[in-house]
C-alpha cells in the first residue's frame, strides 16, 4: 500500500553536489522510518543512511559520513538525500526504503531485509 518514487540522480563530475529525493505516497500507517541504500555494478546493496520519523535520530554509513546529509519534511512525505563532495566511488542506483513504526529496533536500519518497501531507485554517475 506504501509506493515510493526516487528522484534527483544523474550524470555529474567528483566534487559535485546532488540531492535526491523520495516521495511516499498510499500509506495506510502513521508513521515510517526511511533508509537510503545504494548498489553500484557487481556489488551487494549497501546501507547509506537512515533517519527516524521525527528526524531526530540519524544514521550514516562510514563512507559518506560528513558528505551525505538524510532529511526529511513529513509534511510533503518526502526524505531527501544531501550529497555533497562525491566521489567516482559514489556511483550506483539509490534506492530508498521505508520500515513501519518510528525507530528502528538496534542495528535493523542496516540491513535491506528490515525494510518493508522499497522505491525503484535513481541512478547516480560520477565521473572523474
Known amino acids: 500500500q506504501v509506493q515510493l518514487v526516487e528522484s534527483g540522480g544523474g550524470l555529474v563530475q567528483t566534487g559535485d553536489s546532488l540531492r535526491l529525493s523520495c516521495a511516499a505516497s498510499g500509506r495506510t500507517f502513521s508513521s515510517y522510518a526511511m533508509g537510503w541504500f545504494r548498489q553500484a555494478l557487481g556489488a551487494e546493496r549497501e546501507f547509506v543512511a537512515a533517519?527516524?520519523?521525527?528526524?531526530?535520530?540519524?544514521y550514516y554509513a562510514d563512507s559518506v559520513k560528513g558528505r551525505f546529509t538524510i532529511s526529511r519534511d513529513n509534511a510533503k512525505n518526502t526524505v531527501y538525500l544531501q550529497m555533497i563532495s562525491l566521489k567516482p566511488e559514489d556511483t550506483a542506483v539509490y534506492y530508498c526504503a521505508a520500515v513501519i513504526g518510528t525507530e528502528f529496533d538496534s542495528g535493523t536500519y542496516y540491513y535491506p531485509k528490515d525494510y518493508d518497501y522499497w522505491g525503484q531507485g535513481t541512478q547516480v554517475t560520477v565521473s572523474s
Open positions: 533517519i527516524s520519523w521525527s528526524g531526530d535520530n540519524t
